[in-house]
């Protein structure tokens, strides 16, 4: 077989050929006093576990779990659980008024490059709301390594729901301002603020498939507001012996 020959049939060879699919990632973060957990699948689904929270992407739907919510464990579909949760934050009387946060575009300033775990980054400065902000500066390290890729994408679909229910608690946009970088800077390595977060583990292995199971038990979207009522009128009568 003469190169011209081969040149014309290498792209019909590599297009058949059995080549393995990108391998399943998880990577294991120290978020403050709690572990992060992010499992990523080849097809996609993928798995956020932090303290009771749980978030799952099963072919291609999100489902929320939380544990300990009126007592028991509460899993829906997501848009569901996030009405719920936008029901009972707007229930407390320390949250019913809080306005909704402004839309900020933070300064960031490269610092130095660093390495976690083997894989490079770059860390920058952040001031959420400019320099002078009170609130002031945090130091993050994010990466534009291949590996942790689908850990950032799922790690941005999973928050960006909860910021638009709990976005005005987020008062200085500190937490705003590290997910904007992370949007244009990549994965973090690391973010060093009130609660340090530190990449401790990536793993790149097989995930067992009924840790990216759809939960059991999914509580039904009008079940889900049944139960806001019943649990804002709870709050209501605490508050209001």
Known sequence: MTFRRLARVLPILLALAPWPALADVTASYQAGKDRLTVEVA???????EVG??????HGGEVYLTLGKLAGDQVSGRRDDMLKLFGVL???DPETASLAAPAPLTPIVEPLRETEVLGIKGQVWRIWPKGKSDPAGSIDAAFTASPRLAPVQQVLQSAVTGFLDVFGPLDKHGRFRAIL????DKGAPLMVRDANTVQLLALEEARIAPARLAIPE????????????RQMQAKTKAEKNP
């Open 217 to 228: 038990d999914l509580i039904s979207g009008d079940a889900l507001e049944l139960l806001a």
């Open 42 to 48: 080849d097809n996609g689904d993928a798995r956020v």
């Open 52 to 57: 009771e929270f749980i978030y799952i992407r």
């Open 89 to 91: 934050f707007r229930a």
């Open 180 to 183: 904007a970088a992370m949007n």
